[in-house]
């Protein structure tokens, strides 16, 4: 009775998504708990004590689901930060190189500014996808079972962030290539820009895989919440109070926030107000298609 009750549970468990050495755990475990009280009471009170197979396997599922999901999510995390190290590294290279060439000057022009949109664009939302997965990460800490709802925004919300890491790397390689000889640039810059390059692939593969390997095992359906419940604390303040239910009202309240930043930023590393005029418009801009793009995925709106 023990055997056949495992055979059931086995199945269960692949049905569940839970392979590999996690299952065999779970049935090497079982086993042996099986086993004891067998002993204590017989084969018949034992199952009944251990219960459905299946509802176990839904468990361990939930379970294992929640748990990976969470390291994955820190994982992401974790590889975006090595990431961002990298791209202060290589803004440090061009600096120590000669400085930066003109945007126009690469090998094929429409490239160059291709690979100039992808730095000044993709670690942007890296940094706030990867803020936004571990803000839903730490906030649902508690607890051995998520919801698959709550899940699947942690999880895609890394994967974007993971995402916008592989094309902020993208962009340095093509950077590099494009202005392999491009004056100002010492001759060393472009090599070492493609081999940092190729380091941080590894940390970008790892982290990804385990995102992957973490949608595996099936979690309990359940809703999700947004940004609005993970800033809930925030959302509760006077002036703010009105923008829970109108994404899109926050969305332009805080895209004119980065124009003024932005205009602020471009003003002061250029001397003139119409190069923070044009940066600050570009960012702002960039923040309403990204919401309008990306904001269901990373659960801006609903």
């Not at 509802?55 to 992401?76: D, E, H, W």
Request: contains cysteine.
């Amino acid at each position: 009775m023990i055997e056949q009750y495992l055979t059931v549970l086995g199945r269960a468990l692949k049905e569940s998504g839970v392979r590999g050495r996690a299952a065999d755990r779970v049935l090497a475990e079982s086993r042996d708990h099986l086993l004891e009280l067998a002993q204590e009471s017989g084969e018949r009170e034992a199952l009944l004590r251990f219960g459905d197979a299946r509802a176990l396997a839904g468990q361990v599922a939930a379970q294992l689901a929640t748990t990976r999901t969470r390291r994955a999510t820190y994982g992401a995390f974790g590889t975006l930060a090595i990431v961002g190290v990298g791209y202060l590294g290589f803004f440090a290279a061009v600096n120590l190189g000669g400085g930066g060439p003109d945007i126009f000057d690469g090998r094929i022009a429409a490239l160059g500014v291709l690979a100039g949109l992808g730095l000044f664009v993709c670690p942007q939302v890296a940094f706030v996808a990867g803020c936004l997965a571990m803000l839903r990460a730490l906030r649902l800490r508690r607890g051995e079972a998520l919801p698959a709802g709550e899940l699947s925004v942690m999880r895609s919300r890394a994967a974007i962030a993971l995402g916008a890491g592989w094309l902020s790397v993208g962009s340095w390689a093509l950077f590099a290539v494009e202005f392999w000889n491009a004056a100002p640039l010492a001759s060393w810059v472009a090599p070492t820009m493609l081999a940092v390059c190729g380091a941080l692939t590894i940390p970008l593969a790892a982290g990804s895989v385990a995102l992957v390997r973490s949608a595996g095992p099936q979690a309990p359906p359940g809703p999700a919440g947004d940004v609005f419940d993970d800033l809930a604390p925030v959302f509760r303040l006077g002036p703010l109070r009105t923008l829970p239910g109108h994404p899109w009202r926050f969305a332009v309240l805080f895209a004119a926030g980065v124009s003024i930043v932005g205009f602020v930023l471009g003003w002061t590393a250029e001397g003139d107000p119409g190069s923070g005029i044009f940066r600050g418009g570009f960012e702002g801009v960039a923040v309403l298609i990204c919401f309008a793009a990306l904001g269901r995925r990373l659960a801006l709106r609903r």
